[in-house]
Protein backbone atom coordinates (compact mmCIF):
# COMPACT_ATOMS: atom_id res chain seq x y z
CA UNK A 1 0.00 0.00 0.00
CA UNK A 2 1.19 3.59 -0.98
CA UNK A 3 0.08 7.02 -0.61
CA UNK A 4 1.44 9.20 -3.31
CA UNK A 5 1.49 12.59 -2.73
CA UNK A 6 0.97 15.13 -6.14
CA UNK A 7 0.34 19.05 -6.23
CA UNK A 8 -1.37 20.22 -9.28
CA UNK A 9 -0.66 23.73 -10.53
CA UNK A 10 2.70 25.56 -10.19
CA UNK A 11 3.43 29.12 -8.37
CA UNK A 12 1.49 30.03 -6.11
CA UNK A 13 0.41 33.23 -4.79
CA UNK A 14 -1.70 34.52 -1.72
CA UNK A 15 -4.94 33.71 -2.63
CA UNK A 16 -4.45 31.43 -4.97
CA UNK A 17 -5.97 27.78 -4.84
CA UNK A 18 -3.95 24.27 -5.17
CA UNK A 19 -5.44 21.14 -5.45
CA UNK A 20 -2.84 17.89 -3.82
CA UNK A 21 -3.97 14.65 -4.48
CA UNK A 22 -2.95 11.44 -3.41
CA UNK A 23 -3.00 8.44 -5.00
CA UNK A 24 -3.62 4.79 -2.59
CA UNK A 25 -2.04 2.03 -4.56
CA UNK A 26 -1.73 -1.28 -3.60
CA UNK A 27 -4.15 -3.59 -0.85
CA UNK A 28 -6.50 -0.88 -0.31
CA UNK A 29 -9.29 -3.69 1.42
CA UNK A 30 -7.38 -2.68 4.50
CA UNK A 31 -7.55 1.38 4.27
CA UNK A 32 -10.33 3.12 6.58
CA UNK A 33 -9.22 6.75 6.42
CA UNK A 34 -7.07 8.98 4.74
CA UNK A 35 -5.37 11.67 5.93
CA UNK A 36 -3.53 15.19 4.73
CA UNK A 37 -0.72 16.67 7.17
CA UNK A 38 1.50 19.60 6.64
CA UNK A 39 4.99 20.46 8.28
CA UNK A 40 6.43 23.85 8.36
CA UNK A 41 9.98 25.00 9.00
CA UNK A 42 11.28 24.28 12.35
CA UNK A 43 7.41 23.20 13.17
CA UNK A 44 5.44 19.89 14.10
CA UNK A 45 3.58 18.09 11.49
CA UNK A 46 -0.25 19.09 11.62
CA UNK A 47 -3.45 17.08 10.76
CA UNK A 48 -5.24 19.31 8.78
CA UNK A 49 -7.79 16.66 7.28
CA UNK A 50 -9.02 13.25 6.99
CA UNK A 51 -11.70 11.11 5.20
CA UNK A 52 -12.82 7.86 5.65
CA UNK A 53 -12.18 5.49 3.03
CA UNK A 54 -16.02 4.47 3.12
CA UNK A 55 -19.28 6.83 3.68
CA UNK A 56 -19.63 10.81 4.64
CA UNK A 57 -17.29 10.65 7.47
CA UNK A 58 -14.71 14.06 7.24
CA UNK A 59 -12.96 15.88 9.73
CA UNK A 60 -11.08 19.25 9.74
CA UNK A 61 -8.69 21.28 11.88
CA UNK A 62 -9.93 23.95 13.60
CA UNK A 63 -7.36 26.56 12.28
CA UNK A 64 -7.69 26.03 8.65
CA UNK A 65 -11.93 27.74 8.78
CA UNK A 66 -13.10 26.08 6.37
CA UNK A 67 -10.28 27.03 3.51
CA UNK A 68 -9.24 23.65 2.66
CA UNK A 69 -11.51 20.94 1.54
CA UNK A 70 -10.55 17.16 1.67
CA UNK A 71 -13.02 14.46 -0.78
CA UNK A 72 -11.90 11.04 -2.33
CA UNK A 73 -12.24 8.92 -5.52
CA UNK A 74 -12.92 5.79 -4.69
CA UNK A 75 -12.85 4.41 -8.03
CA UNK A 76 -9.62 5.85 -8.43
CA UNK A 77 -8.48 5.01 -5.55
CA UNK A 78 -7.43 9.24 -4.43
CA UNK A 79 -7.98 11.32 -2.18
CA UNK A 80 -7.77 15.11 -2.68
CA UNK A 81 -7.23 18.09 -0.38
CA UNK A 82 -8.60 21.30 -1.96
CA UNK A 83 -6.74 24.37 -0.76
CA UNK A 84 -8.67 27.27 -1.12
CA UNK A 85 -7.57 31.77 0.07
CA UNK A 86 -3.67 30.83 0.96
CA UNK A 87 -1.31 31.88 2.79
CA UNK A 88 2.34 32.71 2.96
CA UNK A 89 2.26 30.50 6.52
CA UNK A 90 0.51 27.70 4.50
CA UNK A 91 3.76 27.02 3.09
CA UNK A 92 5.09 24.03 4.22
CA UNK A 93 5.47 20.25 3.20
CA UNK A 94 2.42 18.63 2.83
CA UNK A 95 2.04 14.83 3.02
CA UNK A 96 -0.98 12.58 3.01
CA UNK A 97 -1.60 8.96 4.72
CA UNK A 98 -3.19 6.17 4.91
CA UNK A 99 -4.42 4.30 7.88
CA UNK A 100 -6.82 1.40 8.93
CA UNK A 101 -8.95 3.22 10.90
CA UNK A 102 -10.13 6.77 10.69
CA UNK A 103 -11.54 6.74 14.31
CA UNK A 104 -8.24 5.84 15.50
CA UNK A 105 -6.47 8.83 13.14
CA UNK A 106 -9.05 11.31 14.86
CA UNK A 107 -8.20 10.44 18.38
CA UNK A 108 -4.52 10.30 17.57
CA UNK A 109 -4.71 13.06 15.36
CA UNK A 110 -2.82 11.22 13.07
CA UNK A 111 0.50 10.18 15.33
CA UNK A 112 0.84 6.65 14.31
CA UNK A 113 -0.26 6.22 10.41
CA UNK A 114 -0.05 2.90 8.88
CA UNK A 115 1.57 4.20 5.33
CA UNK A 116 2.91 7.48 4.71
CA UNK A 117 3.43 8.83 1.31
CA UNK A 118 6.27 11.15 0.18
CA UNK A 119 5.61 14.92 0.67
CA UNK A 120 5.56 18.01 -1.68
CA UNK A 121 6.50 21.51 -1.31
CA UNK A 122 3.69 23.89 -1.45
CA UNK A 123 5.44 27.50 -0.79
CA UNK A 124 3.01 30.45 -0.99
CA UNK A 125 4.53 33.88 -2.09
CA UNK A 126 3.07 36.95 -0.54
Known amino acids: LRCSCRRWGGLVQAGDSLRLSCAVSGRTFGVDAVGWFRRAPGKGRDLLAA????????WYADFLKGRFVISRDNAKNAVYLQMNSLKPEDSAVYSC???????????????????WGKGTQVTVSS
Open 51 to 58: IKWSGDNT
Open 97 to 115: AADSSYWGVLKTRGRSMDY
